[in-house]
């Protein structure tokens, strides 16, 4: 069995539920999509409906094509759609993919949610898939999502400049971080110790 068919399976624990996106998500991902803030350091913004039909569309797009794997996230304790994370630049010849496309509503943030969204994602691609390595990137000026990184125990690598194209012209400075296999065990129990 592949890593295209494997990937994209339902994974949840207590707090959270990730399932593979499907148009049935479109209205209830958009009640939280709509929130300027979500989109400061995305590669694409989403600043209207025709924004996010686009949006939601190229989910559904490349989860078709087996480019990414699009989970769409709810937070168990309220029952409601919390974001969505995917599974993307999956290269299994070399057991490395990426966890990225990362984002979560306004009511979600500082709740655990991504704690327990990201162990459900390195749990399904270290324990099901066999990865050596998981990445993930972000923009060098997104301080939040690299204090959640390094939260999660994933390691900084570096940066590649002048990466690409954001919104408006700016050029990002990609910086990138991973969990490698070896190191899987310890950022697991890290990860279940933390306080809730």
């Not at 958009?30 to 300027?36: E, I, N, T």
């Not at 994933?154 to 002048?162: F, Q």
């Not at 190191?183 to 306080?195: G, M």
Request: charged share 30%.
């Amino acid at each position: 069995m592949t890593w295209a068919t494997k990937a994209p399976a339902v994974l949840e624990n207590d707090h959270v539920r990730l399932a593979p996106v499907t148009e049935d998500d479109r209205e209830g991902l958009h009640a939280v999509a709509m929130d300027p803030d979500i989109w400061r350091y995305f590669v694409s913004a989403v600043e209207s409906d025709e924004d996010y039909k686009v949006f939601f569309d190229t989910c559904l797009a490349d989860q078709a094509a087996g480019r990414r794997v699009v989970f769409i996230v709810t937070d168990k304790a309220s029952g409601r759609i919390a974001g969505s994370m995917s599974f993307g630049n999956m290269a299994e010849a070399d057991a490395r993919l990426e966890i990225g496309w990362s984002w979560l509503g306004r009511d979600f943030r500082g709740k655990g949610v991504n704690r327990w969204a990201k162990y459900l994602l390195l749990e399904h691609a270290f324990e099901q898939l066999g990865a050596e390595r998981v990445e993930f990137k972000t923009d060098i000026l997104n301080l939040q999502a690299r204090q959640g990184l390094r939260n999660i125990g994933a390691v900084e690598e570096g940066t590649l400049r002048s990466f690409n194209y954001m919104p408006g012209g700016r050029r990002r400075d990609a910086i990138f971080y991973s969990v490698l296999r070896g190191e899987w065990p310890k950022v697991k129990e890290h990860l279940l110790t933390l306080p809730v």
